[in-house]
């Protein structure tokens, strides 16, 4: 008996079909408004993306190998504004799930570091943002739902940090540096319950860089 629940539980784990993507390269990434190359930032390999275009808000590289319904995804992942970056700029930096094959619709956690620990509450309150792309941007969901889809999380401007998002269904939560409780959670995915790919995520005036993108597929949602 002790025998089959050890191969019953190896079983399991290999239906999950995690992936691991390491991003040493642009390899496997398709390149949407973004521009992407191998970097070493702060001691570890990566990808570098900076937008453009400048004329979207949307930059994005598709893990082209991706497959993801519900689960987990974690990733390391920093940012910064760029050189000559308007005052607005926040360093936004993010994943995106559930992407559509042609990067048209997507569901998204980001940051945006400089709120971190700035001395305004207000944008600290800001540090963290859900998007659903088309049609729910940043600035539709505060006006409409203020609070509900951003919240506070400490953040150093240009640091590695480490985010892991869970989904289930239409609940999506962001946990960011290990922490054991979420920082936002998303009742109402606004795509509601579906699959798709990933895809690394900056915004205007960003330069971004990511590394060691792990996700956990629940069988049967891939």
Known sequence: MRMLAVVMTLSAFAASA????????AAGLELHNVTAEPAVYEGRSAVRLVEAGGNDEHSIAILA??????????????????TGALDTARGFVGIAFHVAADGSRFECFYLRPTNGRADDQLRRNHSTQYISHPDWPWYR????????YESYVDLVTGAWTKIRIEVSGVQARLYVNGASQPAL??????????????????????????????????PGNR
């Open 18 to 25: 995690d992936q691991t993507f390491r991003l040493k390269s």
């Open 65 to 82: 190998e991706s497959s993801f319904g519900d689960g987990v995804i974690e990733a390391e992942l920093a940012g910064r504004p760029r």
């Open 141 to 148: 969901l505060r006006k409409e739902n203020p609070g509900i």
């Open 185 to 218: 959670i998303v009742n109402d995915l606004k795509l509601g319950a579906g699959t798709g790919r990933i895809a690394l995520w900056a915004g205007q005036g960003t330069e971004a860089w990511f590394s060691n993108v792990v996700v956990r597929v629940r």
